[in-house]
């Protein structure tokens, strides 16, 4: 449960321009020099600057490691306590804090040398740029397969690229599975097995995975190719070789059913035989 302060480092510093610096007695993470966490004296805190809706949404699903970050009698984010904290939880909050931050401060516009035509002049051209995130991506590993079983729809922007779905896979069988969740899941993602009633909610989804990983002293995941996606659906035919902390080991293999709208899954439904985990 508990996430500690070298894990969300790791996470803040690989994300492009950010700087750990002092901030009076704290520590802050910063992009561009604008603070997006902040950490207080006894590294069992973390302030984290989210948005309003994030803020909102967050200290809703999560009381009881998040509560309001007052500053002047403002909320200006949220304070996790670490030691009993969601890991998921709290470093997809510093991803979504940075991404706040890094929207809402400029980059200067560099100016054109006076001899380039028409140069820009200091005053007459915009000084902040937004900034854009992107997902990092992989190149396409071979064997992955468009099926032509409907009519493509090659323009729309609720298909997923070939390279998001080769991320995704790559991340799972990397043993990164809440990492491949945090990045490829959206807000509203839903979650089914078999016929059972369906998880609703990415924050649901990231705390029934980790309860889930407790359990596990190793898993080793493979996809077995080819993948099949057509439109807006994905189908991902895995194995999985699990064995628990008491040393027992099973081979799980089932098939994952998937919607996506653009880069983000919405559904997933997994088929398999519950006899396997016998």
Known sequence: MAVTLEAIRKVALALPEVTEEPHHHFGSFRVRGKIFATVPPGGELLHIFVSEQDREHALAMDPEFLEPLLWGGKV?????????????TVLDLVRKA????????????KQASPA??????????????????????????????????????????????????????????????????VRFYA?????????????VGKTVLLKHEER???????????????????G??????WVFEIQDKKGKTVRFEELAH????????????????????K
């Open 76 to 88: 200006v984010g949220v304070r996790a306590r670490l030691p009993v904290a969601l890991k998921a």
């Open 98 to 109: 940075y991404a706040h931050k890094s929207a809402t401060v400029g980059r200067p516009t």
């Open 116 to 181: 380039t035509a028409g140069a820009v002049r200091p005053g007459n051209a915009s000084v902040y740029h937004r900034r854009c995130l992107a997902l990092q991506r992989l190149p396409p590993r071979s064997g992955l397969t468009r099926t032509l079983g409907r009519t493509e729809r090659a323009a729309s922007p609720v298909m997923p690229s070939l390279e998001t779905i080769e991320s995704f896979i790559a991340l799972v069988e990397d043993g990164q599975t809440m990492e491949a969740m």
């Open 187 to 199: 807000e509203n993602a839903s979650m089914q097995e078999n016929e059972a009633p369906p998880r």
């Open 212 to 230: 889930a990983l407790e359990s596990v002293a190793h898993l080793k995941a493979t996809c077995l190719r080819p993948v099949l996606v057509s």
């Open 232 to 237: 807006d659906f994905a189908v991902i035919r």
């Open 258 to 277: 998937q919607r996506w709208e653009g880069n983000l899954m919405v559904e997933e439904k997994f088929f398999y035989d519950p006899a396997q985990l």
